[in-house]
């Protein structure tokens, strides 16, 4: 199957939605299946290269205007391409449109990882068009049943969605050896708390670190972004120096020791950008229960609250102290809920099983169309 995922960043590009298009892309292509993904450049220059089997076109960008690349080439790209499956991820306004204007697949899905939350001026200029676009998908894909129903856009259209819930490669999460976690003990002391993710504004760490003073515990945050001089500060201001302790990104080889060397890991998210968190889920494979926030989106379906961790409040440290400190004295059901919640990852989350669901779903629409072609439709 001749497949095209279209985004506006691809790896190295760190984020959810980059590292999500690179998982599946490469899955698919280790299938057996010729896998592209078109995405803009950094640069104004357009590079093209085959990585892990998935052939690659970064084309130049113009701009950047709300996070929005702007390419002229990459409408020109997309119109070169003749795939079976075009897989278009949501929000990517230049992608859409060129998809809808000029793409030559015979089918097209969306994967639409979230509401368009910040640029809300931009969203009134776009947002007729958009309903044309998603009316033009063959299938949407949700990545969970929350957020069809919170959607202002996918709830009215249900009957074009098809839930997949995001996966991951949970194999280096399940077990790590013993002696790099303890070390990490060691050398910060327990009990510990873990943040992992990029420091946007929708993360909500500054409610986190609100809630520390009521928390007996230490808090690991790895990750960098646009938020992490001023979440600095506010630890700084709270006096929370010597108990918050940022260790920027931290290398994918020694990202599941940390998970294994914590007791609590905390997605404290504060809007609803934050439509999945799947870095609950390598929490989760690692065997650790989550506190999380209450987003209406995938995030307390990912975390099932009072099986795998406490769903609560968004906003309030006062229930972010709660949770963590009811987890922390009650080891038993700290270390039960981490063990539901490791069994959940692997039977929900896995990277095999979303690869499987979407392939599934492609050979669903593509035979679908060739029915309808040969009726006459």
Request: proline share 6%; hydrophobic share 40%.
């Amino acid at each position: 199957m001749k497949i095209l995922h279209i985004y506006k960043d691809y790896y190295p590009v760190l984020g959810g939605m980059e590292n999500h298009i690179k998982m599946l892309a490469e899955s698919q292509a280790q299938r057996g299946h010729e896998v592209t993904v078109l995405a803009t450049d950094p640069t104004s220059k357009t590079h093209v290269e085959d990585v892990h089997a998935v052939h690659v076109i970064k084309a130049g960008r113009l701009t950047t205007v709300a996070s929005t690349p702007l390419s002229i080439s990459l409408p020109l790209w997309l119109w070169r391409q003749r795939p079976e499956i075009a897989h278009l991820h949501f929000p990517y306004p230049i992608g859409e449109l060129a998809q809808m204007l000029l793409g030559r697949a015979e089918r097209v899905v969306m994967t639409y990882h979230s509401d368009v939350v910040r640029q809300k001026g931009l969203l009134r200029l776009y947002r007729p068009m958009l309903w044309r676009v998603l009316r033009r998908m063959d299938r949407i894909i949700a990545t969970s049943p929350k957020y069809i129903d919170s959607s202002p856009y996918l709830r009215r259209l249900r009957d074009r969605c098809s839930v997949i819930p995001l996966g991951i490669a949970l194999e280096r999460f399940l077990q790590v050896p013993e002696a790099g976690a303890k070390r990490i003990r060691d050398a910060y002391g327990t009990p510990l708390l873990l943040f992992v993710g990029r420091l946007r504004y929708y993360k909500g760490l500054q409610y986190l670190l609100a809630a520390m003073h009521d928390v007996p515990a230490k808090l690991l945050v790895v990750g960098s972004g646009p938020m992490d001089r001023e979440w600095r500060a506010l630890a700084s201001t709270l006096r929370l120096s010597d108990r918050v302790l940022f260790l920027g990104e931290v290398s994918d080889e020694d990202l599941p020791v940390y998970y294994h060397a914590c007791d609590v890991f905390v997605l404290p998210a504060s809007e609803r950008s934050e439509a999945f968190g799947t870095v609950q889920i390598e929490a989760m494979a690692s065997g650790l229960p989550v506190v999380c926030t209450e987003l209406e989106t995938g995030t307390s379906y990912v975390n099932v609250h009072g099986q795998t961790g406490w769903v609560v409040p968004p906003r309030d440290p006062s229930a972010l102290a709660a949770a963590i400190g009811d987890l922390l004295r009650d080891e038993p059901k700290r270390r039960r809920m981490g063990e539901h919640a490791r069994e959940r990852a692997q039977a929900e989350f896995s990277l095999e099983s979303m690869t499987g669901r979407v392939l599934a779903l492609y050979d669903e629409v593509l035979a679908s169309g060739r029915a309808e072609k040969r009726a006459g439709f």
